[in-house]
């Protein structure tokens, strides 16, 4: 098991959350908010109303979860790729490099098996964003004091599931995302590296980085829309009886285009986050396995 792409994964989610959670704000508000026609809308609503702080309500929540899932995502993805580059080895008596078929199923392994420790945190950043909106400036006591509140009260008002409300989609949006997300970047490494160069050039991972993490998000944009306003559908009048009534009343009311609903914010926002994530990851795992 390699430890050090479990450390590196959490050291590199817990940054890329800290570059793009006022992006990440915004995004989830145009996402399940009608009255925010556009980002730059809701940006400035956000600033004239709620100042700076109102770009990073829920966030502490978040970099503790996120290190956590991200050292899972990543830990699983790299575990997963050797066990398959062993079988592959194994069956056919020849040491060969993993297929791109092989980061893929690493990739999909990893996004899906994080859903369990993402899910709960997701779903108090959701709320944790959006009740100001849904509340008023004006509400005499924000519902939510804080995020450990937060997922006390939603356990306590909707049960021990609730904090998974949105699970299914989480994992449709996250398995098939880093799927992509891993293939992407491995790819574009070995196409700008030198033959036989096991670690590419730091330029190339920047780039990289930035570039499979839009594709990523392009992939999952529709997914992470339904998944964010079933989050949000039990603070205040419940609206969907479940995932497919969520995708058919969204669709039905809204028109398709509905399900990229900030598809183009994900793809600005992801290029910082995912060059600082792989840039940080690629750090650790150096300092940690400087022979590899």
Request: with cysteine; charged share 15%; glycine share 12%.
């Given at each position: 098991?390699?430890?050090?792409?479990f450390?590196?994964?959490?050291?590199?989610?817990?940054?890329?959350?800290?570059?793009?959670?006022?992006?990440?704000?915004?995004?989830?508000?145009?996402?399940?908010?009608?009255?925010?026609?556009?980002?730059?809308?809701?940006?400035?609503?956000?600033?004239?109303?709620?100042g700076?702080n109102?770009?990073?309500?829920?966030?502490?929540m978040?970099?503790?979860?996120?290190?956590?899932?991200?050292?899972?995502?990543?830990?699983v993805?790299r575990?997963?790729?050797?066990?398959?580059?062993?079988?592959?080895?194994?069956?056919?008596?020849?040491?060969?490099?993993?297929?791109?078929?092989?980061?893929?199923?690493?990739?999909?392994s990893?996004?899906?098996?994080?859903?369990?420790?993402?899910?709960?945190?997701?779903?108090?950043k959701?709320?944790?964003?959006?009740?100001?909106?849904?509340?008023?400036?004006?509400?005499?006591?924000?519902?939510?004091?804080?995020?450990?509140?937060?997922?006390?009260?939603?356990?306590?008002?909707?049960?021990?599931?609730?904090?998974?409300?949105?699970?299914?989609?989480?994992?449709?949006?996250?398995?098939?995302?880093f799927a992509?997300?891993?293939?992407?970047?491995?790819v574009?490494?070995?196409?700008?590296?030198?033959?036989?160069?096991?670690?590419?050039?730091?330029?190339?991972?920047?780039?990289?980085?930035?570039?499979?993490g839009?594709?990523?998000?392009?992939i999952?944009?529709?997914?992470?829309?339904?998944?964010s306003?079933?989050?949000?559908?039990?603070?205040?009048?419940?609206?969907?009886?479940?995932?497919?009534h969520?995708i058919?009343?969204?669709?039905?009311?809204?028109?398709?285009?509905?399900?990229?609903?900030?598809?183009?914010?994900?793809?600005i926002?992801a290029?910082p986050?995912?060059?600082?994530?792989?840039?940080?990851?690629?750090?650790?795992?150096?300092?940690?396995?400087?022979?590899?």
């Open positions: 098991m390699h430890l050090a792409d450390v590196a994964g959490s050291v590199g989610g817990a940054f890329g959350v800290a570059v793009g959670y006022p992006l990440d704000t915004v995004k989830v508000r145009i996402q399940t908010q009608r009255r925010f026609t556009g980002v730059w809308q809701c940006i400035h609503t956000t600033w004239k109303t709620e700076v109102g770009f990073y309500r829920g966030m502490s978040p970099v503790t979860t996120v290190s956590i899932s991200s050292s899972v995502v990543f830990g993805y575990n997963v790729l050797q066990c398959l580059h062993q079988l592959r080895s194994t069956s056919t008596g020849l040491d060969f490099l993993p297929a791109k078929v092989d980061f893929f199923l690493s990739g999909l990893g996004g899906i098996a994080q859903v369990s420790v993402m899910a709960p945190a997701d779903i108090v959701v709320r944790m964003q959006c009740q100001m909106v849904h509340q008023g400036l004006n509400a005499q006591q924000p519902k939510y004091r804080g995020p450990m509140h937060c997922l006390l009260t939603i356990a306590r008002e909707e049960g021990f599931l609730g904090l998974y409300k949105g699970a299914g989609a989480l994992a449709l949006r996250d398995g098939p995302s992509t997300y891993f293939t992407i970047y491995h574009i490494c070995e196409q700008l590296s030198p033959p036989g160069k096991t670690q590419p050039e730091w330029n190339v991972v920047l780039l990289a980085g930035g570039l499979s839009m594709c990523g998000w392009c999952g944009t529709p997914m992470d829309v339904i998944k306003r079933l989050q949000v559908d039990g603070m205040g009048k419940r609206r969907y009886t479940g995932f497919f969520c058919a009343q969204s669709i039905r009311t809204e028109g398709p285009g509905v399900l990229f609903k900030g598809l183009g914010l994900n793809c926002r290029f986050v995912n060059m600082s994530v792989f840039a940080m990851y690629e750090v650790v795992v150096r300092l940690l396995r400087p022979k590899t």
